[in-house]
């Protein structure tokens, strides 16, 4: 590619240090967003390097026209930006971190006797936050362990100082069967309470450790005290929590307060597993898919993973585990590879489940792939064809009370619309509403082309139509030494019949056949795609044929207004200074004093 003297004028002129760089097309819309140690380097091996490049990287490259960058402190600062930037911006050739799906939190409401309440809504102003679980039932536990070990109010009543004085509650079946003390009576003192509230945030942080000894101090109190049933009660919470945290012990109590985030990956993506461990114990997993859109590494992937799974779910864990590691260093946190003993498990069981995602998505491809070739099969053999028809190419004709005549050309794939290879045709040596000839044409240059160009012929050709379109289409075939070469039928619409050449009978498919149900796919696709084209064509010529109107402006003066402001509203709202650097100051004042006219 040959770059723009004023690209290059900012490649030249960019700092060696490190920062955010962001990419625009010529639109000056935003489609990439990077970071880099040193912005100088990196930004010029796009344009030095192109040939090492993929074709995804070589397209980025081709619609660059403006380059802009930010500068940042450190390579972290760099991707902490770049993160936020992909996040506000969603840049074509960027891959997104991210997941609709909605998780589960706890809450603390801000209240004089704070509730604990389970929410999908995460608004800060509401309350303190904990979360967000893997599952309702995970944060289910979590809810129900603190309501058996602490007396937390279940009501939304507005338990204000001076409503409690004025006694306008009354105690309900909660506090007669001891889950509540009452504090809508004034039964429990708010100080009481809110120690309840801090023992339960610890619970909620995952610090059961905390909780544990607590708990055990009251125990061992009590029994000094000869209290024994109290004693028996704090007993029973410590079993409780005990029991709790074997269910969902690891390996090791004493590893705590870790992020564990592990990546696997192929040509076209990676998978990341999240695991958030307190106190030896999971409290949060999380599975992630990314589609790789440009030539990224699992190293890039990960650096800018960890960022985000960190910053989504909150974490504030000071360590992180990984199976590679990370380029970036970060006062936040830090980074380990660990490579034997408990801490080694943690992440071999992390990355295990970013393999099994990954291989559960190789077998449903495969799956896919597999019924699409069934279906493929079973055409095949509906069809009597002596080769699998991995490429299908269907025409179809439209016109409008014989204007603007058009054509489409759709292209399957495996079974699968490869839009890439969609073609639109404009008739050319055809005049008058005339299916038989256009066809003809069409069939022509599609496979003259192939000739020329010497690409891939289908093994499948569909006619949407009945004889008459089919037989033209042999005889484009027959001109270009074709014909008995490529199989070809025509698919009639009412009673779904399929012709072949020179046999006068049609053949009669069940409509429950898969193979004609995907026949039937594509003729209707390539329906869908003539129509569309037919219907832009009529809006142009009726838009042109609007501007010709205009005394002393041409086609050529119409189709460029058209390019430039795709409506005939447009032009009229434009400014002559706008018209006249587009055609000239005689045609702009033209155009204006018609306008000006109406």
Request: aromatic letters at 8%; proline letters at 4%; glycine letters at 6%.
């Amino acid at each position: 590619m040959k770059v723009n003297e004023s690209l290059k004028a900012i490649i030249s002129n960019l700092p060696d240090s490190p920062g955010v760089y962001r990419y625009y097309n010529e639109e000056d819309v935003l489609i990439y967003v990077g970071k880099a140690k040193s912005l100088k380097k990196r930004v010029s091996s796009y344009f030095n390097k192109q040939s090492q490049y993929s074709r995804k990287t070589e397209k980025l490259v081709s619609e660059i026209r403006k380059i802009e960058y930010t500068l940042a402190n450190t390579e972290f600062d760099a991707l902490l930006l770049e993160n936020n930037l992909i996040k506000q911006n969603q840049p074509k050739y960027n891959i997104l971190l991210k997941d609709d799906k909605t998780f589960p939190y706890l809450c603390i409401i801000k209240e004089p006797f704070p509730r604990i309440i389970a929410t999908r809504k995460f608004i800060p102003k509401w309350g303190e936050y904990f979360g967000p679980y893997a599952g309702v039932l995970a944060m289910k536990n979590i809810l129900e362990l603190v309501r058996q070990l602490y007396s937390i109010r279940t009501c939304s009543l507005l338990l204000s100082e001076a409503n409690i004085q004025q006694k306008k509650f009354k105690v309900c079946l909660e506090y007669h069967i001891g889950n509540c003390k009452g504090p809508c009576e004034g039964f429990q003192e708010l100080k009481n309470y809110l120690d309840d509230i801090a023992q339960a945030r610890n619970i909620l942080k995952g610090d059961l450790s905390v909780v544990k000894n607590t708990f055990a101090a009251r125990m061992n109190e009590a029994a000094e005290k000869l209290e024994f049933e109290k004693a028996d009660e704090y007993k029973q919470k410590l079993g409780l929590l005990e029991n709790f945290q074997v269910k969902s012990l690891v390996v090791n109590p004493k590893i705590t307060n870790i992020d564990v985030i592990t990546i696997t990956g192929n040509e076209n993506g990676a998978f990341i597993n999240y695991l958030k461990v307190k106190e030896g114990s999971i409290i949060f997993s999380k599975n992630l898919e990314v589609k790789k859109k440009l030539n990224e590494t699992d190293e890039d992937i990960l650096n800018m993973a960890v960022v985000e799974l960190r910053a989504t779910y909150r974490s504030d864990n000071p360590e992180v585990y990984t199976n590679i590691p990370l380029s970036l260093k970060s006062d936040e946190f830090g980074n380990v590879v660990p490579l034997i003993g408990d801490k080694r498990k943690l992440v071999d069981m992390s990355l295990k489940n970013a393999f099994y995602m990954k291989r559960e998505k190789e077998l449903a491809k495969e799956t896919r792939q597999s019924k699409k070739n069934e279906v493929l099969s079973i055409l095949q053999k509906n069809l009597r064809l002596l080769q699998l028809p991995r490429i299908i190419e269907c025409f179809d004709n439209s016109n409008f009370q014989g204007t603007s005549p058009v054509a489409s050309m759709v292209r399957f794939v495996d079974g699968k619309a490869d839009k890439k290879g969609y073609r639109h045709f404009n008739i050319k040596t055809v005049i008058g509403p005339d299916d038989f000839a256009s066809m003809k044409e069409i069939v022509t240059r599609r496979y003259k082309r192939i000739m020329e160009e010497q690409g891939e012929y289908p093994q499948l050709i569909i006619v949407d139509g009945g004889k008459g379109q089919l037989s033209s289409a042999c005889e484009a075939l027959k001109e270009l030494g074709l014909y008995g070469k490529i199989p070809i039928v025509g698919i009639a619409k009412k009673l779904e019949e399929i012709y072949y050449p020179e046999d006068p009978l049609p053949l009669l498919i069940s409509k429950k056949s898969p193979g004609l149900q995907l026949m039937q796919q594509i003729r209707d696709e390539a329906h869908r795609f003539a129509i569309e084209f037919h219907r832009l064509k009529r809006s142009k010529n009726t838009f042109i044929t609007e501007i010709e109107n205009i005394p002393g402006i041409g086609k050529k003066t119409a189709d460029k207004l058209l390019r430039h402001f795709k409506s005939f509203k447009k032009i009229k709202e434009a400014s002559l200074e706008e018209l006249t650097v587009l055609i000239g100051k005689n045609s702009a004042e033209k155009i204006k004093q018609i306008e000006s006219e109406t």
